[in-house]
């Protein structure tokens, strides 16, 4: 179940042109700046957007440009973890790898504690209205997330037509406290 719903949205993000990526993406900066936990955060997790997720890049300039400190998560393909780097110039010091994934170069990388974090933003490929996620079926952010404080908000950017009436979900997955779109914020029970 859980595999199909993964390839039926995958495929439904995927259909979206490239203008409409773009439109929508500004629409889910303009509602995540709405939040007060953004407002209150000044260590923020975000991560750097890839294919037809919602972009990022937007986001990222603005929290550094409001002086926020934005940590990127790094995917440790063969430990199977997520490790964090703060970055300061996202123009300057990224690079792709050969997943496609920007990360940092090795000389900017600079460590990040999770627990020091005051909010992480996470994407996904589907989620439901109680803040279910289906990721990319690795489980690198359900392990991240579930060592983190229970005082650290969640939240996931994703467009409408992620959103799902019921997914299936496991012990193991952790939800999401908010989740924003194009149309709307969710707030999840």
């Not at 900066?29 to 037809?52: H, P, R, T």
């Not at 994934?101 to 000389?107: A, G, M, Y």
């Not at 979900?169 to 908010?178: A, G, N, R, S, V």
């Not at 194009?182 to 999840?188: A, L």
Request: net charge positive.
């Amino acid at each position: 179940m859980k595999q199909k719903q993964r390839k039926h949205f995958s495929s439904l993000r995927d259909s979206l042109e490239l203008t409409e990526i773009i439109s929508y993406s500004s629409e889910i900066k303009k509602n995540l700046f709405s939040l007060k936990e953004l407002w209150k955060a000044k260590k923020v997790m975000v991560y750097i957007s890839f294919k037809s997720e919602a972009r990022t890049r937007e986001i990222i300039l603005e929290l550094l440009k409001r002086k926020k400190k934005v940590i990127i998560p790094l995917i440790d393909f063969k430990k199977e973890r997520i490790f964090l780097s703060e970055l300061k110039n996202f123009e300057k010091e990224l690079i792709m790898n050969k997943y496609g994934l920007f990360q940092p170069q090795k000389e900017f990388f600079r460590a990040f504690n999770k627990k020091d974090l005051d909010l992480i933003i996470v994407p996904g490929i589907c989620f439901d209205e109680k803040g279910n996620r289906i990721g990319f079926g690795k489980g690198y952010y359900d392990k991240f997330l579930k060592n983190i404080p229970k005082n650290i908000p969640v939240i996931a950017l994703a467009f409408e037509n992620q959103i799902s009436k019921e997914l299936a979900c496991e012990k193991h997955d952790i939800p999401m406290h908010k989740i924003v779109t194009e149309k709307r914020i969710i707030e999840c029970k």
